[in-house]
């Protein structure tokens, strides 16, 4: 019977000191509890998302170095752990150093290869190069080492055979990360050795953020693929955030241990540092240990989870104690109060209500009554003032060329909003923000951010858009939430719940006349989803055509009739047309000045969708489907 634990660690990227202290304190718990073998995440000394820190040899030099501290500690137990290596006097062809992603493995002080690698550690055999990933820019792969040796991957791909006491053996198939979802891939590592080689147990060890859905959809990959080969496995995820200067991911855990069938034996609590204990019977291949399965958890849990999680996680990072929030008694401003406010005690927390003469008293009572509800400090301080600054400023300033007077700019409507919306975060919550000691939110939401439909410099601003992956109708799920199972209580008042999505920044947005923002909940959000969120990406033609065929509601999972909300189809095009404008067009300069983002989706705007600012276009098929759908109208 072997003793094996599983270190599920809150990985800080870009400090390997800290990261070797951790360690070695659960080593030492591993060696308290009898363990013969404990095993951490992927890349656990340096972290995983450094950017190009990556390219500083001293920094590389110190992970080696507290490696071999790990490799030292390794004395009574056997330790599996992901590093940096680095390969002597070695540089790729553009010139940077060569590193490999690594599995080291550590016995009595001793490193144990893989039985064919010609490296004393296993390399990653295959780097994902997409959404977040750019391991292709930072490591070699162990397909492009034997590539170099003109071999086969195969030759070098093979199990480690570790050795226990009374002649115990186990012989392991290791595997890093995206080794273990090769669906994709012309070689796939675990299938290998699965069949060539005796396995009695597969370890794989990552470095996964969280992304909704994807721990459940693990489970049920990795069950399948292990259910075929009938080996058991074991799966070492990290916590923690980490980020790309975009985007802060948060990392779940979520390890586990799977059974020869591919049953989940055992999982980690999700975004919690544990040292799981499990016993494996090597002669049986078998766990013996009890079950412990977490429970289900709905997406709106999930995503909480992952928000709060990262919300406190990136605070606590930067030393941030205190936070103000502009609050208009709308649903987003609402809901990040309500956030904020399972992280930090009340009295660090400000809302600020920032009317002008557009705002209705039903958002400033539900602004108000927000602020009771969570018992935070609370300040009224009107845009209004200012507004009627600006205005006299520009109605006196007269345009001059060669001392000839050429009247005055004129400030319409539409510039107005934007006067306002400037002014609420550029000047008012900027200056509470340091009055108070503390920083300011943005609250936008992932509909808003991907038409661009927010002021640039004015409520685009902030130090942290934590709820900007979200749609709206997500966010309304989570208000619900945070009612009913984190406060247990209405904290986020019903009305802000209840009353239409406005700006209330001109006449044209009277709240309590029912005029409201311009996006269609919930069919804006379902379809701009489309635009971003598929892995093939939907266009302006497949949304026609699927428009065409009668089928749009169940391509892109909007519930509600289309037809319902466009009675014709110059009326649908006119609507298709003005969004993709601005997805495709002026918005993304807005996305690529927006703060950064807590993503959980499976495609967060930042460095997990890159973007160029280019001109819309229309493919052909669409200008031709187009122009007969308009035929028939």
């Known amino acids: 019977m072997l003793t094996i634990a599983l270190a599920q660690l809150e990985i800080h990227a870009g400090d390997p000191r800290c990261n070797t202290a951790a360690m070695k304190k659960q080593i030492a718990q591993a060696?308290?509890?009898?363990?013969?073998?404990?095993?951490?995440?992927?890349?656990?000394?340096?972290?995983?998302?450094?950017?190009?820190?990556?390219?500083?040899?001293?920094?590389?030099?110190?992970?080696?170095?507290?490696?071999?501290?790990?490799?030292?500690?390794?004395?009574?137990?056997t330790i599996i752990y992901?590093?940096?290596?680095?390969?002597?006097?070695?540089?790729?062809?553009?010139?940077?150093?060569?590193?490999?992603?690594?599995?080291?493995?550590?016995?009595?002080?001793?490193?144990?290869?893989?039985?064919?690698?010609?490296?004393?550690?296993?390399?990653?055999?295959?780097?994902p190069n997409y959404r977040e990933f750019s391991d292709i820019r930072y490591f070699t792969s162990l397909m492009e080492v034997a590539q170099e040796r003109h071999a086969f991957p195969e030759e070098f791909l093979s199990p480690v055979t570790l050795t226990f006491a009374n002649n115990r053996t186990l012989h392991i198939g290791?595997?890093?990360?995206?080794?273990?979802?090769?669906?994709?891939?012309?070689?796939?590592?675990?299938?290998?050795?699965?069949?060539h080689y005796d396995i009695d147990l597969f370890v794989n060890i990552s470095n996964s953020p969280f992304t909704q859905g994807k721990t459940q959809r693990r489970h049920r990959l990795f069950g399948q693929a292990i259910d075929t080969m009938h080996r058991p496995a074991v799966y070492v995820n990290c916590t923690g955030i980490q980020n790309n200067g975009k985007n802060i991911y948060t990392f779940d855990g979520s390890s586990g241990a799977y059974d020869s069938n591919g049953t989940l034996h055992y999982e980690c609590q999700p975004f919690t540092e544990e040292l799981a204990v499990i016993q494996y019977d090597e002669t049986t291949h078998t766990f013996t240990s009890p079950v412990h399965v977490s429970p289900s958890r709905t997406a709106?849990?999930?995503?909480?989870?992952?928000?709060?999680?990262?919300?406190?996680?990136?605070?606590?990072?930067?030393?941030?104690?205190k936070v103000v929030i502009g609050v208009s008694g709308g649903i987003d401003s609402a809901v990040n109060a309500a956030l904020y406010a399972t992280v930090?005690?009340?009295?660090?927390?400000?809302?600020?209500?920032?009317?002008?003469?557009?705002?209705?008293?039903?958002?400033?009572?539900?602004?108000?009554?927000?602020?009771?509800?969570?018992?935070?400090?609370?300040?009224?301080?009107?845009?209004?003032?200012?507004?009627?600054?600006?205005?006299?400023?520009?109605?006196?300033?007269?345009?001059?060329?060669?001392?000839?007077?050429?009247?005055?700019?004129?400030?319409?409507?539409?510039?107005?909003e934007n006067i306002q919306a400037r002014d609420r975060s550029s000047r008012i919550l900027a200056a509470a923000a340091a009055a108070f000691g503390g920083v300011f939110t943005c609250n936008a939401n992932k509909a808003e951010s991907s038409v661009g439909y927010a002021t640039l410099y004015g409520d685009s601003a902030g130090f942290l858009a934590a709820t900007a992956d979200l749609w709206k109708h997500q966010v309304y799920d989570l208000a619900r939430y945070l009612n009913d199972s984190v406060f247990k209580r209405e904290v986020v008042p019903q009305g802000s719940i209840d009353i239409v999505p406005s700006a209330e920044l001109s006449a044209n947005q009277d709240i309590d006349k029912g005029q409201g923002d311009p996006i269609i909940y919930p069919y804006h959000d379902y379809l701009f989803a489309s635009f971003i969120e598929r892995w093939q990406r939907a266009t302006p033609e497949s949304i026609l055509q699927w428009y065409a065929d009668g089928t749009l509601e169940k391509e892109i999972g909007c519930t509600v009739a289309v037809k319902d909300i466009?009675?014709?189809?110059?009326?649908?095009?006119?609507?298709?047309?003005?969004?993709?404008?601005?997805?495709?067009?002026?918005?993304?300069?807005?996305?690529?000045?927006?703060?950064?983002?807590?993503?959980?989706s499976r495609r967060s705007f930042g460095n997990d969708l890159r973007e160029s600012q280019l001109t819309p276009y229309y493919t052909t098929r669409y200008v031709e489907l187009k122009k007969k759908l308009l035929q028939k109208d």
């Open 174 to 195: 290791p595997l890093i990360c995206e080794d273990s979802w090769d669906d994709n891939y012309p070689f796939k590592p675990m299938t290998y050795l699965s069949q």
């Open 31 to 77: 060696k308290k509890a009898g363990c013969d073998l404990i095993i951490f995440p992927e890349l656990s000394i340096p972290g995983y998302f450094i950017g190009d820190v990556w390219d500083q040899p001293d920094f590389i030099n110190d992970c080696v170095r507290f490696g071999k501290e790990i490799q030292a500690a390794s004395d009574g137990i």
């Open 300 to 321: 709106t849990e999930e995503i909480y989870n992952s928000l709060h999680y990262g919300l406190h996680s990136f605070m606590d990072s930067l030393g941030l104690k």
């Open 82 to 127: 992901g590093n940096v290596a680095k390969e002597e006097n070695r540089v790729n062809l553009d010139g940077r150093l060569r590193k490999y992603n690594a599995m080291f493995i550590a016995q009595n002080g001793q490193l144990i290869a893989p039985q064919h690698s010609p490296y004393p550690f296993y390399i990653k055999t295959l780097l």
């Open 344 to 416: 930090l005690p009340p009295e660090n927390i400000l809302l600020v209500n920032m009317p002008s003469c557009y705002n209705s008293q039903t958002t400033k009572g539900l602004a108000k009554e927000l602020a009771d509800n969570l018992g935070c400090l609370y300040t009224v301080i009107p845009v209004q003032d200012s507004l009627e600054l600006t205005r006299s400023q520009f109605s006196s300033a007269m345009l001059y060329q060669k001392d000839k007077p050429l009247g005055h700019l004129q400030l319409t409507s539409f510039i107005e």
């Open 566 to 600: 466009f009675p014709s189809a110059e009326s649908f095009i006119a609507d298709l047309e003005k969004w993709w404008r601005l997805i495709a067009g002026f918005a993304v300069a807005k996305r690529i000045q927006s703060p950064p983002l807590l993503s959980v």
